[in-house]
């Protein structure tokens, strides 16, 4: 199975393009991270890959078939999204955030069944959530509430999940937390893209990178071949350098002229 665009384009003002012909594609059971300044595109490209925006021009492509003749039922069922900012109206309990995820199997007038719960019971438990099933939504942390978004995809049974910045407004630790859980899901055959403003994350959790400035894609490939300091500059327009440890653990950082003393 397979997910990407083809020549996509979109525009939220007539006449300006938010994306400008981006051919990308998702590794299978591997995640991805969309890398980009503010304004360049990552959460239209992350919303037009999960069927939330239609495109312009080109289209989204999975398995060699345009997303947009998928009926809404089999797509939800295939794909999931994770939002950067959700704050349901409702407090909802974490149990009842994740069994939203359930919504594309059942009718109407359908209450959900024993196997609706048992895979809600199993979303959890691989994200080590049991144990917050009935707390408020509203009331657990920002990384927890993040994993639960993640856990909702997961019952949805969705091979492909989309997270929007999910790193954003989280501290190292939970960075690290909501990323070491990806991992260990694309190594069981999940297929994650992550968009983010944090270049260095693509290097310590991805598998391969996307660089986007003003709406073009200008590098993909392995985060050692897209997060350079030539194709940083290129995207965000400020110099950048790479720092390496003792240990050969890479990093790159804004130019700022001061280095520690040795």
């Excluded at 300006?16 to 051919?23: M, N």
């Excluded at 899901?185 to 391969?208: K, M, Q, R, V």
């Amino acid at each position: 199975m397979s997910l990407g665009a083809v020549g996509l384009s979109y525009s939220y003002i007539p006449g300006t393009l938010a994306l400008r012909d981006v051919t990308m594609s998702l590794e299978e059971s591997k995640t991805t991270f969309i890398l980009g300044g503010n304004g360049s595109g990552k959460t239209t490209l992350i919303q037009c890959l999960c069927g939330i925006r239609a495109p312009k021009s080109g289209s989204v492509q999975i398995d060699g078939r345009d997303l947009r003749t998928l009926h809404p039922l089999q797509r939800a069922r295939t794909i999931g999204f994770v939002p950067q900012i959700h704050e349901p109206v409702f407090t909802y309990s974490v149990y009842q955030v994740v069994l939203m995820g359930r919504a594309p199997y059942l009718g109407p007038f359908t209450s959900p069944q024993k196997v609706d719960h048992e895979r809600v019971a199993a979303a959890l438990k691989v994200l080590d959530l049991w144990k917050l099933r009935d707390r408020s939504y509203t009331a657990i942390s920002g990384g927890e509430q993040r994993l639960a978004l993640i856990a909702r995809g997961l019952a949805q049974g969705a091979k492909y999940l989309l997270m929007d910045e999910p790193d954003a407004h989280l501290d190292p630790r939970h960075q690290h937390d909501v990323f070491n859980r990806t991992g260990d899901l694309a190594a069981e055959g999940f297929t994650f893209a992550i968009s983010s403003h944090n270049p260095n994350n693509a290097i310590l959790y991805g598998d391969t990178a996307v660089l986007l400035s003003a709406g073009r894609l200008i590098a993909q490939g392995s985060p050692q071949e897209v997060v350079t300091p030539e194709s940083l500059q290129h995207a965000y327009g400020m110099e950048f350098e790479t720092l390496t440890d003792a240990n050969g653990l890479r990093a790159v950082l804004p130019v700022t002229g001061r280095h520690p003393q040795s």
